[in-house]
């Protein structure tokens, strides 16, 4: 059974960071691309980063970029997003998710994703 864990949410104040994890189980985790998703109450599930399993390519939103940095460490089978610099509207809750077959800004292509975990900026 798959199972994602995010954790690392917290409220932190405008122009603060927090680092986000996804610990993975269930899965060869080296073998999947892991994406970062965020959600506000009444919207999509909005990309926010993503990261390949072969050469650890990763690859951000327009509105991340250069703030947050997406990581991997397939010992601990356990994903990261550090967020710096963090904004107001960055206000979501943050999901981890895992492919197999692709990757980029489509949930869709995602085979398995976490609980989510809130975070929260306040200005």
């Known amino acids: 059974q798959v199972e994602l864990v995010e954790s690392g949410g917290g409220l932190v104040e405008a122009g603060g960071s927090l680092r986000l994890s996804c610990v993975a189980s269930g899965v060869t985790f080296n073998r999947y691309n892991m994406g970062w998703f965020r959600q506000t109450p009444g919207n999509k599930r909005e990309y926010v980063a993503a990261i390949s399993w072969s050469f650890g390519v990763t690859e951000y939103a327009d509105l991340v970029e250069g703030r947050f940095t997406v990581s991997k460490d397939s010992a601990e089978n356990t994903g990261y997003l550090q967020m710096n610099d963090l904004k107001p509207e960055d206000t979501a809750v943050y999901y981890c998710?895992?492919?197999?077959?692709?990757?980029?800004?489509?949930?869709?292509?995602?085979?398995?994703w976490g609980q989510g975990t809130q975070v929260t900026v306040s200005s």
């Open positions: 998710a895992l492919s197999e077959a692709g990757t980029g800004r489509n949930p869709s292509v995602y085979d398995y």
